[in-house]
C-alpha cells in the first residue's frame, strides 16, 4: 500500500462534531472593515466558508484514513438536558455568534448530508456512536468526550510528526472523568456542582474518595465558647457516589442536586436511547429499585 492510500479493511468510520466544524470555519473567514467614518463592520464571505468546511473534511478523511464520515449536529429546537434543568445553557444566549454560522451548519446539510436526533446534542449523538461502535473516530475538541469509552481525536491536534493525535478512553476513564464532572458541574453549560469544587480538587476527590460524617460538638475556649459546633470527618470509603453526595450535603444541598448535576454531566452512550426517542437518565450505583427514569429527547 503506498502512501495516502487507504487500508479498507481497518478504515475506522469517523463521526464528526458538526456544531464544531461550522464554528472554526465561520469564525475563520469572519474580518472586520474599518470605514472612513470610525464604523467597524464584520463581514465574511460565503463561499470562503464553505472551502473551509470543505478543506477541514478533506484533511480529517485523509489523517485519519478514513471513507466514512458521518456529521451530526444538535438539534436547533430541542434540548434534552433542559428537561433535567430549564436553565442548561442560559448564560449562552448573549454570547456572539460568527455571522455564517448557521449558513455553514446548512451547508454541511446540503453537502455532507449532516443530521442530527430530535432532542439531542451533537455530543450525545458521538457518544452513542463512539460506544456502539468502538473502532469508530469521533472528532470535535470538547472537553466532555472523555466521559465516554472510545477514540477521540481533537480538531487539528496534532504530533510532532504532523500525524493526528488519537485518544483512547477507557470505559474505566470516562466513568471517572464524569463523576469529577457530576462532583465539579461546568459553568459554561450552566449546570454548576458542588459549591467550592473546581475540577482539579474535584478529580482529588474522586481519586481519593471519602465520606464525609457530620459531629456535633461543643466549642471549648474562646469567645464562642459553649456554643455548638459540626464538625465533618472524613472516612475513606470505595463508594464514589456517597463520596459525591456527602459533599454536596457538607454543602447544605441534598443527593437530588448531586443527581441532577451527575445527569446533566452525563454524554449518551448506547443504550441510554430508546427507540421511542426517551432517554434513560443516568442512575447512581446501588440505586433504590422503583423504575428507570426517562425524559422525552
Request: hydrophobic share 40%; aromatic share 8%.
Amino acid at each position: 500500500m503506498t502512501a495516502g492510500e487507504i487500508d479498507h479493511k481497518t478504515a475506522p468510520t469517523l463521526y464528526v462534531d458538526g456544531d464544531v466544524i461550522a464554528f472554526v470555519a465561520a469564525s475563520a473567514v469572519q474580518k472586520t472593515y474599518e470605514d472612513d467614518f470610525g464604523y467597524v463592520w464584520p463581514f465574511a464571505n460565503i463561499m470562503e466558508g464553505q472551502v473551509a468546511v470543505d478543506n477541514m473534511l478533506f484533511l480529517l478523511k485523509r489523517r485519519l484514513q478514513s471513507e466514512v464520515m458521518w456529521v451530526y449536529l444538535s438539534d436547533p429546537e430541542a434540548n434534552w438536558r433542559m428537561h433535567v434543568e430549564p436553565t442548561y445553557k442560559d448564560n449562552r444566549k448573549t454570547s456572539v455568534r460568527p455571522m455564517l454560522l448557521g449558513r455553514m451548519k446548512q451547508y454541511l446539510r446540503d453537502r455532507y448530508k449532516a443530521t442530527h436526533v430530535p432532542g439531542l446534542e451533537a455530543d450525545d449523538c458521538l457518544g452513542i456512536a463512539a460506544t456502539e461502535d468502538p473502532s469508530a473516530i469521533v472528532v470535535g475538541r470538547d472537553k466532555d468526550f472523555l466521559s465516554f469509552p472510545g477514540r477521540y481525536h481533537k480538531l487539528k491536534d496534532m504530533d510532532g510528526n504532523g500525524k493526528p493525535i488519537i485518544t483512547t478512553t477507557t470505559l474505566e476513564q470516562a466513568n471517572r472523568m464524569h463523576m469529577i464532572q457530576a462532583l465539579a458541574g461546568d459553568r459554561i453549560d450552566g449546570y454548576y456542582g458542588c459549591p467550592g469544587i473546581g475540577p482539579e480538587r474535584a478529580a482529588r476527590i474522586i481519586d481519593n474518595p471519602v465520606i464525609l460524617k457530620p459531629e456535633e460538638g461543643v466549642i471549648t475556649r474562646g469567645k464562642n465558647k459553649g456554643q455548638k459546633t459540626t464538625k465533618w470527618v472524613a472516612e475513606p470509603t470505595e463508594d464514589v457516589w456517597a463520596c459525591i453526595v456527602s459533599h454536596y450535603r457538607k454543602e447544605g444541598l441534598d443527593e437530588g442536586v448531586a443527581l441532577k448535576n451527575a445527569r446533566m454531566a452525563r454524554i449518551l452512550r448506547h443504550g441510554d436511547l430508546a427507540d421511542d426517542g426517551k432517554i434513560k437518565l443516568w442512575e447512581p450505583p446501588n440505586a433504590l429499585a422503583g423504575g428507570q427514569h426517562v425524559v422525552q429527547a
